[in-house]
């Protein structure tokens, strides 16, 4: 081989070097952007899941509040009214009673859609309850004032004092669903 040709080979080694170099270099870039990418959109994705399941988290303590401050209120106000019928006056509180009833079945609407059925087995029994002295309540308005209206009140007072126990139950079921306690109570028993 003469010097001319080894010149030669050289040069075209060194020419093929430099391409190669510069499409090694590209396919590595290349590779790289690519494992950029795939790794923002699985940051992004996760960012959409974190958002979603917090709106999620967002709703359901919203619900849970509702139903809860509602039947609380519900509760409070049949137990008004029933306090007002044993002192003989109870217009003002028979139309909470209504206006309480109507908010805390809506509260309840709205939770049977994202609730979970832990939550609405546990709050049915309070539901069950209220109904319960709601209608006892409302057949003893209509009934003349005598001692066993009386002792009937007292029966439904008693009835709406033994929910606050049960609305103790379904917080503490609503409060481990959305992570503020990470167990239920030892006195939970549903």
């Not at 790289?32 to 923002?40: D, G, K, P, V």
């Not at 003002?92 to 509260?107: G, H, I, K, L």
């Not at 546990?122 to 309540?137: D, G, I, K, M, S």
Request: overall charge negative.
């Amino acid at each position: 081989m003469s010097g001319a040709t080894v010149s030669l080979i050289v040069a075209i080694v060194g020419v093929l070097g430099t391409l190669a170099s510069a499409v090694i270099t590209q396919a590595l870039s290349q590779r790289a952007r690519t494992r950029e990418l795939e790794q923002a959109e699985r940051v992004r994705v996760a960012e959409q899941t974190a958002s979603a399941e917090q709106r999620r988290v967002e709703q359901l303590r919203v619900c849970y509040v509702q139903l809860n401050a509602h039947s609380r209120h519900y509760r409070d106000a049949m137990l008004a009214y029933a306090y007002a019928l044993k002192l003989g006056s109870a217009d003002t509180e028979a139309v909470e009673v209504s206006s309480a009833r109507r908010a805390q079945r809506d509260a309840r609407d709205e939770a049977q859609m994202i609730a979970s059925e832990d939550v609405l087995a546990v709050e049915n029994r309070v539901n069950l309850q209220l109904t319960f002295a709601y209608r006892l309540l409302m057949k003893i308005a209509r009934e003349p004032e005598s001692s066993a209206r009386l002792t009937q009140l007292d029966q439904v007072i008693g009835l709406l004092d033994g929910v606050i126990e049960k609305l103790g139950h379904v917080q503490a079921l609503m409060r481990v669903e959305l992570g503020v306690a990470q167990e239920l109570p030892a006195w939970y028993d549903p």
